[in-house]
T-cell receptor, first 115, second 112 residues
Framework: EAAVTQSPRNKVTVTGGNVTLSCRQTNSHNYMYWYRQDTGHGLRLIHYSYGAGNLQIGDVPDGYKATRTTQEDFFLLLELASPSQTSLYFC??????????????FGPGTRLTVL | QEKVQQSPESLIVPEGAMVSLNCSFSDSASQSIWWYQQHPGKGPKALISIFSNGNKKEGRLTVYLNRASLHVSLHIKDSQPSDSAVYLCAVNTGANTGKLTFGHGTILRVHP
């Protein structure tokens, strides 16, 4: 089964702080995604990538940067964190080709609190 | 932008009941529709997907898709307490990107 890991699992920072969330997948998937999950809004796509060095804008990108350094690693950067970015963040990966095309495999999540 | 609406918001059923969850979407050109299950403190996990009009059965799960009415439903037969979770409907909107738009979810509780 596809494996996606995230670190840290919990993070507390202050307004204006810098935060980097990390995600690694070990299944050679082409696509990786960053979501945030909030009560009343569900899961919303922040950024995604289809390979090392590639970045695509999602539906709620404001205040976030992302970087895909290798096929396995995808990072989400909050350079000036704000309380509105307090949320549960999920990373996911998928292989857009093949028998199970587009099934996304999710990591366990990172809970971020911005004070 | 694709809109995905789910109903009901929450549902409580006794063990062994048939569960029916609904999802409507806005874009008739949508690709696959997925159902995900999310237990507390965990990431979502894919359950079943459908692309063509009609139904698809996998174990206790059956999904029905009607593209004309932009509606998909998930039915869980013989529900178990372990089925208690949030169920998310997701629509694949980006050709060759795997991009998904999610609904807000239905909270299901199956009591023994």
């Amino acid at each position: 089964e596809a494996a996606v890991t995230q670190s840290p699992r919990n993070k507390v920072t202050v307004t204006g702080g810098n935060v980097t969330l990390s995600c690694r997948q070990t299944n050679s998937h082409n696509y990786m995604y960053w979501y945030r999950q909030d009560t009343g809004h569900g899961l919303r796509l922040i950024h995604y990538s289809y390979g090392a060095g590639n970045l695509q804008i999602g539906d709620v990108p404001d205040g976030y940067k992302a970087t895909r350094t290798t096929q396995e690693d995808f990072f989400l950067l909050l350079e000036l964190a704000s309380p509105s970015q307090t949320s549960l963040y999920f990373c996911a990966s998928s292989d857009a080709w093949g028998g199970s095309s587009y099934e996304q495999y999710f990591g366990p999540g990172t809970r971020l609190t911005v004070l | 932008q694709e809109k995905v609406q789910q109903s009901p918001e929450s549902l409580i059923v006794p063990e062994g009941a048939m569960v029916s969850l609904n999802c409507s979407f806005s874009d008739s050109a949508s690709q696959s529709i997925w159902w995900y299950q999310q237990h507390p403190g965990k990431g979502p996990k894919a359950l079943i997907s459908i692309f063509s009009n009609g139904n698809k059965k996998e174990g206790r799960l059956t999904v029905y898709l009607n593209r004309a009415s932009l509606h998909v439903s998930l039915h869980i037969k013989d529900s178990q307490p372990s089925d208690s979770a949030v169920y998310l409907c997701a629509v694949n909107t980006g050709a060759n990107t795997g991009k998904l738009t999610f609904g807000h979810g239905t909270i299901l509780r199956v009591h023994p």
